[in-house]
């Protein structure tokens, strides 16, 4: 509510807009209310729409994957893992049973 008691926004629970006295129903038959109701319902449609959500965590997901398995490959082709595995293999060879 504005200074005098008049309305400069939504009135509670009528739908309509209006700018006259508290209580009173603005007069929105016309085009500018269709295009008002028709950017709200879009509006809310756009943020209430989460189909686009498994897309974006699957991205992640492929991207973090990726970032893990390169940290791997650097790590076992290493010199001090590959010649640990080396000699794990050799002495496991060359065991006398």
Do not use: C, P
Not at 65 to 88: K, M, P, R
Request: glycine share 14%; hydrophobic share 40%.
């Amino acid at each position: 509510m504005t200074k005098g008691g008049a309305v400069s926004s939504w009135q509670e629970g009528s739908g309509k807009a209006s700018r006259g006295k508290a209580g009173s129903v603005g007069h929105g038959d016309g085009m500018a209310e269709r295009l008002f109701r028709r950017a709200q319902a879009r509006l809310t449609v756009v943020v209430t729409d989460e189909s686009g959500m498994s897309t974006v965590e699957y991205a992640i997901g492929t991207v973090a994957a990726a970032a893990f398995g390169a940290i791997l490959y650097t790590v076992v082709t290493g010199d001090s893992i590959v010649s640990a595995l080396t000699n794990i293999i050799s002495r496991a060879l060359n065991t006398n049973v």
